[in-house]
Nanobody, 116 residues
Framework: QVQLVESGGGLVQPGGSVRLSCAAS????????MAWDRQPPGKQRELVAT????????NYANSVKGRFTISRDNDKNTVYLQMNSLSPKDTAVYYC?????????WGQGTQVTVSS
């Protein structure tokens, strides 16, 4: 199996920045895509950003373009989500996930709260 452990969440002021980390372990050699999703309170989970593990190409939701950056350190088997210019609308549980063939693996989630 694949295990994903997220870290870096917490409380941040509007306009501030947070970097989330996702460390992958287990059977990770065949993972094709890593991604971050988020679930705001009372809303459905939504895709935030993706990155190809082979090419490094990235995609972002329109709501975070220009503010969030997804990156990967292959040597450390870690994916990051740098979040800048945060607003209360970004408050959510953020989930790291990985795709391997038809399977998708999820982290436990980390809470990010943007509030003054």
């Amino acid at each position: 199996q694949v295990q994903l452990v997220e870290s870096g969440g917490g409380l941040v002021q509007p306009g501030g920045s947070v970097r989330l980390s996702c460390a992958a372990s287990g059977s990770i050699s065949s993972i094709n895509v890593m991604a971050w999703d988020r679930q705001p309170p009372g809303k459905q989970r939504e895709l935030v950003a993706t990155i190809s593990t082979s090419t490094g190409s990235t995609n972002y939701a329109n709501s975070v373009k220009g503010r969030f950056t997804i990156s990967r350190d292959n040597d450390k088997n870690t994916v990051y989500l740098q979040m800048n210019s945060l607003s209360p609308k970004d408050t959510a549980v953020y989930y790291c996930n990985a795709a391997r063939g038809v399977f998708r693996f999820w982290g436990q989630g980390t809470q990010v709260t943007v509030s003054s």
